[in-house]
């Protein structure tokens, strides 16, 4: 599967700012998915995903503020982020991963290019 990450941009803290991630190749719904971060100087961590079985997760720094969905139809999925802080600032990732074997970086075999995320103060 191909991931294409897009929507990243400049947005003021508080603010809103939905991503996409859009798969080609092979039918999304067969994959667990993800959504990861990569701030400057610092290692990529798991933002959120939704297992096989629709079963949500999200990281402590994100819940209650980032919704993560997914358009089968579409073959897409979003990352709906609200209230936005500085520290939010950081190049978005997709990722996908066929066996369901957790949350690890290593775990995800395909990703898509980031998109950067700046939220001013």
């Known amino acids: 599967v191909q991931l294409q990450a897009s929507g990243g941009g400049l947005v003021q803290a508080g603010g809103s700012l939905k991503l996409s991630c859009a798969a080609s190749g092979h039918a999304f719904r067969r994959y667990t998915t993800a959504w990861f971060r990569q701030a400057p100087g610092k290692e990529r961590e798991i933002v959120g995903a939704i297992s096989l079985s629709g079963v949500m997760y999200y990281a402590d720094s994100v819940k209650g503020r980032f919704t993560i969905s997914k358009d089968n139809a579409k073959n897409t999925m979003y990352l709906q982020m609200t209230n936005l802080k500085p520290e939010d600032t950081a190049v978005y990732y997709c990722?996908?991963?066929?066996?369901?074997?957790?949350?690890?970086?290593?775990?995800?075999?395909?990703w898509g290019q980031g998109t950067l995320v700046t939220v001013s103060s």
């Open positions: 990722a996908a991963q066929y066996n369901g074997n957790g949350y690890y970086v290593a775990s995800f075999g395909y």
